[in-house]
């Protein structure tokens, strides 16, 4: 049976600073640059979960979009929108909050519940500006 | 020698909506939500589709956009624009109008075409609104 | 007090057509074109609600945003979304549903309204497509 | 001589919320909802300058684009981007930090420097999200 | 009766640099900055048409949208896209090639056109880039 | 460990035909149309770099995007912006000055620079309008 991938987009505003406790103010602006101002800064994410799957026969869904929707939702967005991911944020803690990293545990998170709902999670993209963003494949490398 | 993916977007608008015959009123809408509204719903689809080849020697083309760009209206544009998925397009008879059916539909329509032109379809994507889209590779699974 | 401009964005996805019943079939298409498929068509709509006021002394708010959202939810988004806009709403009832009768039936509902919150209604703007959109000022002519 | 309106566009990241001290955490949430999370959120924000003219017989220009990013970058943005707007800006404090409020102080900044390089501030638009903006025409009311 | 404010969306790419023969080398490099490049450079232009009126009763348009559009590509796109702006255009001979001259020219081929259509234009707008655009109301002055 | 996808976007303005000196000028326009209008046309074009790598346990990054993004000033858009693809860019010389062309040559002059600062080049997406954009994996087919 073909596979198709279907893609929800979901929203989050949050503020984070890059930053090092135990390096000098010095080192973590030579780093980080702006990015490390003391008193944050923060981006609209746009966050990208795709999910591949066979469309069932009956409702020509690879998966039901609210549901998935909803899953992002309760796992991500409630507890990443309108936070600070450097001390907001459960499972952020005593990470550096670099979007590279914020992508690899939103994979965690999503990951096995999207199995549960019968597809499988296929790809995350996380966009911090119009000028760059992240994508991770669950550590593989189509290319 | 090197290949190189061109894609060329299309747009079409439509409309649509989700609802199996045989099941009540009830079902459909709690299956299909406010997909399911009786007197139909649409969009502005926007199709990108993806091509891979390697370029020629004297045009640099993989492909002549023109060209494609030709077959993507003659082919799939011509019986989508300002039609009812559900009741105008032949291709689409008998199928649940979802965007995982209509891009594998797309895909069979091209995919011999393309050949025929001396290059390789290579992708497509579908998109319904700003927050979600399907992509389809002819059911392979590059991850 | 220096009046600011406020804009909430809300989206609806509907099916309509362009069609005279006294008209023959000819002429609808004559004059109509594409968009007076008898099985209808669709788009993913765009709405601007622009209001003016002056920003709260305490809040620093126009306006509350939320209010003006659920406002143009309860009024205008609920009754468009996932409807036909000929057949299922009951304040288009016996107009060509073009987008300059749609804005101005909107600019009805909500000028009245935005004035109970204590703001204005200055501008609509709603979006059909990429390439073509209408603007509203009440009747009010800026330029 | 006809006026030509001619618009730059520059961008800034920030970390905000509103909030007042004087209230308690219940109204402060009541009010701002998550806009008042305690430990901030940020936006990027796309701020768009509009400013009107004659065209220069022998350039062509209202105004000189270069010149006019820089001011803008040099009065505005090196203040605003990575920043914090309730603690990090000379110019914003003492001042709930809603889009509303900055749209003001920016046309502040602004307004004499651009009169100083003989054009004339029109417009200003500060976008906060794809769903919210504001624009300000320095108290004048065109509509 | 009720104006509405109708735009439509066309496009262009075209070659063209600022330049004033007349002026050395350096003085031109030194007022156009990389603009001034001898051997051209270019642009994706996207030009906005508003079009004022009333709806009409019978068919609940200000203007036939295909008519405005096939009239925007005879008087204004069929000379300028895929053009060089200094060298191949008739009505822009002479002239700087800047967005703000070229925004009054297209101006003045189309406003009593749209007027023999039975409408009003209101406003063009130019985009250059994602960073700049010019705005024209005839001379008009709204704000 | 995890391999992560970052992408960088940088811009460029270009001029460009599309031309064979040895054809005729029918020929010339019968192949490439109005892109080998002979005094150029011209694009914004969209240049996305994506990189491959481990995120730094230290700084959560694959990559400086800074670093990345001097690194593509210096080697790619210092060499195109307000340039003529045909006429002015060194490692263009003699080829046809087509999207897939140009983007090979892009990744030949990153390929090793990026690998130098620790990182694997593996994507880079070329977007000339929003109708039609290359990309390339360096030869390699993910799909």
């Given at each position: 049976m073909s596979k198709v991938y279907i893609t929800r987009r979901e929203r989050?505003?949050?503020?984070?600073?890059?930053?090092?406790?135990?390096?000098?103010?010095?080192?973590n602006e030579q780093v980080f640059?702006?990015?490390?101002?003391?008193?944050?800064?923060g981006h609209n994410f746009d966050?990208?979960?795709?999910v591949k799957?066979?469309?069932?026969?009956?409702?020509g869904f690879v998966i039901d979009l609210k549901t998935?929707?909803?899953?992002?939702?309760?796992e991500v967005i409630d507890h990443l929108d309108h936070r600070n991911l450097n001390l907001d944020?459960?499972?952020l803690k005593g990470l550096m909050a670099s979007t590279e990293n914020v992508i690899i545990k939103?994979?965690?998170?999503?990951?096995?519940?999207?199995?549960?709902?019968?597809?499988?999670?296929?790809?995350?993209?996380?966009?911090?500006?119009e000028n760059n963003f992240v994508?991770?494949?669950g550590g593989n490398e189509p290319f």
């Open positions: 989050f505003n949050a503020a984070h600073k890059l930053w090092r406790e135990e390096w000098s103010d010095e080192k640059g702006r990015c490390s101002n003391k008193n944050w800064h966050l990208f979960v795709t799957g066979t469309p069932n026969e009956e409702t998935l929707s909803e899953l992002i939702k309760v944020v459960d499972f939103i994979w965690e998170r999503l990951e096995i519940k999207i199995k549960e709902l019968g597809a499988e999670l296929a790809k995350i993209k996380l966009v911090e500006t994508e991770y494949y």
